[in-house]
Each structure stands twice: as C-alpha cells, then as structure tokens.
C-alpha cells in the first residue's frame, strides 16, 4: 500500500515534469491539447457520477421525507375519524334529546326523563333497567313512555 502511494506520487511528479519541459520547449498548446484529450472523457464520467449520486441521495431523502408524512398524516386521518365519531354520536344524542324534549312539552303529565342502563332480554320476559328511582320519587311499577331508541340496541 504504502509502495502504491509512492509510485503515484512519482508518476504525478513526472507528468509535471515534463508538461513544464514541453511547455518551456514551445510545445505547450499540444500538450494542453493532449491533456485535454486524455482527461476530458474522465472528468466526463466522473460528473456524471457525481450527479448521480447526488441525485440518489435526493431521491432517497425526498422517501424518507414522504414516508414521515404519510405516517402522519394517518395519524391525522385516524384522530379525524375519531373526531368524525364524536361528531356523529353527538349529533344522534342531540335528535334523542329534542325528540324526548318535544315528547315532555306535548304530555299533559309531569314528565321525568332517564336513560336506559341495562337490558335483559330472557325468554318471555324483557327489561329494561332505567337510571331513575326512588332517589327521584318515582314509584316502583310507575308507567313509562318511551322513544323509539329504546327498544333498539345501540353500540
């Protein structure tokens, strides 16, 4: 290796050499035209290797660029559909609510709205286990009236 060195620098330091002898002998147009000959197609390929490699290293950062926002943006895809959600289910309450708001304006009864805490459905019987009680003074076996989302299952 070291050998391999040497032998370069020897090489280079001839090739000085005698540019500089041709050159001072009055041959210096046709050993820069020579020089030019030889070198050209190696500059050549070497700037093309250059930008391809540079473009590469574009190309490659520009994917990790997009991989980065395409994760995040189904991150943001998926919070908006969470959002979407919300939305949605607040929206069906909101109509449940306006509707059992209507049905206690029209009733000629003292009203008391609850909400559906438990079902069971078993055999002949069914039962639907309300969020309102004694605590509110309403009497065990009291008539309900219901919406049309009671007797629908929600989820």
Same mark, same amino acid.
């Not at 041959?27 to 930008?51: E, N």
């Not at 003292?110 to 286990?129: K, N, V, Y």
């Given at each position: ?9 020897? @090489? ?16 210096? @147009? ?85 909400? =559906? =805490? ?8 069914? @039962? ?28």
């Amino acid at each position: 290796m070291k050998i391999r060195k040497v032998v370069l620098l020897g @090489s280079l330091v001839a090739a000085c050499l005698l540019l500089l002898t041709l050159q001072t002998r009055g041959y210096g @147009s046709v050993a820069r035209d020579f020089f030019a000959v030889v070198t050209t197609p190696i500059q050549t390929g070497l700037a093309k290797a250059s930008r391809a490699t540079f473009g590469l290293w574009a190309t490659y950062v520009d994917w990790k660029n997009v991989r980065a926002e395409n994760r995040r943006l189904r991150e943001e895809v998926q919070a908006l559909r969470v959002r979407a959600l919300r939305v949605s289910e607040t929206d069906d309450e909101n109509r449940r609510l306006r509707r059992l708001l209507a049905l206690q304006e029209n009733l000629p009864l003292t009203t008391l709205s609850g909400e =559906i =805490i438990a079902r069971e459905w078993g055999g002949w019987i069914r @039962s639907l286990t309300v969020n309102r009680g004694r605590g509110d003074n309403v009497p065990r076996g009291r008539s309900r009236a219901a919406d049309a989302d009671a007797g629908h299952r929600r989820g």
